[in-house]
């Protein structure tokens, strides 16, 4: 089956991001998906998105946050949804 042009960006985008920033421990946050080992989720980052924050906004409210966390939480939860959808 033949990819489009946007499965390849999503794929190469997917590829060069740092998903070793996301990090899944038993018994931090219920094992969900964390940000460097730190107590905020690929979700709460994509939820405070959602709800209208900027990333700049988000790394004010959280300075421990970087700016190259964003790239592996969306490449995360595209990699996810991928996942999903293909089960």
Not at 49 to 78: C, N, Q, R, W
Request: hydrophobic share 40%; proline share 5%; aromatic share 8%.
């Amino acid at each position: 089956m033949a990819r489009s042009l946007r499965d390849n960006v999503s794929m190469a985008a997917t590829e060069k991001a740092d998903l070793s920033r996301i990090t899944t421990l038993p018994g931090q946050r219920s094992g969900q998906p964390c940000i460097r080992g730190l107590r905020v989720t690929v979700w709460d980052v994509l939820d405070m998105l959602a709800f209208g924050m900027t990333e700049d906004e988000i790394l004010h409210d959280y300075p421990y946050l970087e700016k190259a966390d964003f790239p592996a939480v969306y490449a995360y939860a595209s990699q996810t949804g991928r996942e999903r959808i293909s089960r």
